[in-house]
């Protein structure tokens, strides 16, 4: 069983589109897909509107997902890490034990543009065509992401 987890801020807009998507797209009998924030402003809070908007016009539902913020304990469960930006990737780089823990994080668009250090945008402050073009990116990654699983 491989264990994936996508991490962004609030575990409310990018992250749990980032789930979704993927596991749209990964067979549930050998993958588990979670999400995670760097902050707890959202522990426990469903995704925000307007991503399960998003996520529902493409036939992906994430309402019933809860927030949670990333621990180190996250580098035991999971085999891959997926940060949303630079300063989730520094966040979650702080929290790592060891070499074996650090080599499991990686900027999801590096998977779209290798080595060049992309950040999704956070569309939290922004309009529903942020959340659109975000949903683009992610699909894209999660796309190549599952691609190189399967």
Not at 17 to 38: C, M, N, Q, R, Y
Not at 65 to 93: A, P, T, W
Not at 123 to 141: C, I, Q, R, S, T
């Amino acid at each position: 069983m491989t264990k994936i987890l996508m991490v962004c801020l609030g575990n409310i807009c990018r992250s749990p589109l980032a789930e979704g998507i993927l596991k749209s797209k990964l067979p549930k009998e050998h993958f588990i897909i979670d999400s995670a924030g760097t902050a707890n402003y959202h522990v426990g809070s469903s995704p925000d509107r307007r991503s399960v908007a998003v996520a529902k016009k493409y036939g992906i539902d994430i309402s019933s997902l809860k927030g949670r913020q990333f621990c180190s304990k996250d580098f035991d469960d999971f085999d891959f890490i997926y940060v949303m930006d630079e300063s989730n990737y520094k966040h979650v780089i702080s929290l790592a034990r060891s070499e074996e823990d650090k080599e499991k994080v990686a900027l999801i668009l590096n998977e779209v543009y290798p080595n060049q250090n992309y950040d999704v945008p956070d569309p939290y402050y922004g309009g529903e065509h942020g959340f659109e073009n975000v949903f683009k990116m992610l699909d894209e990654a999660c796309s190549i992401i599952a691609d190189k699983l399967s």
